[in-house]
Nanobody, 121 residues
Framework: QVQLVESGGGLVQSGGSLRLSCAASGSIVSINAMGWYRRAPGKERELVAVITSGGSTNYADSVKGRFTISRDNAKNTVYLQMNSLKPEDTAVYYC???????????????WGQGTQVTVSS
């Protein structure tokens, strides 16, 4: 079985910082892209940032210059450093990994359980 476990969410004041982590574990052959999504109350889930296995990154316009995504391939872990947080960043943040499990030949998307980030004004 494969699991993605997130950590690092919480309550922070506007202008503050948080670092999210997501570790993938289980019977994993390889991981392609890893990323972070978020869903704010009353809104659709949106892509925040994504990073390929080679380190190429892409960000939503709303977080460019404030958030940084990184990964440790040896640990199957992806991080999201969030600086200069704003109240509009308040959401549940979900980790995503496109990976190949040992019991399959294709790559599949897996999701974490989500972690709440709340930014107070």
């Amino acid at each position: 079985q494969v699991q993605l476990v997130e950590s690092g969410g919480g309550l922070v004041q506007s202008g503050g910082s948080l670092r999210l982590s997501c570790a993938a574990s289980g019977s994993i052959v390889s991981i392609n892209a890893m990323g972070w999504y978020r869903r704010a109350p009353g809104k659709e889930r949106e892509l925040v940032a994504v990073i390929t296995s080679g380190g190429s990154t892409n960000y939503a316009d709303s977080v460019k210059g404030r958030f940084t995504i990184s990964r440790d391939n040896a640990k199957n872990t992806v991080y999201l450093q969030m600086n200069s947080l704003k109240p509009e960043d308040t959401a549940v943040y979900y980790c995503n990994a496109n990976l190949r499990p040992s019991y399959g030949i294709n790559y599949y998307p897996y999701w974490g359980q989500g972690t709440q980030v709340t930014v107070s004004s």
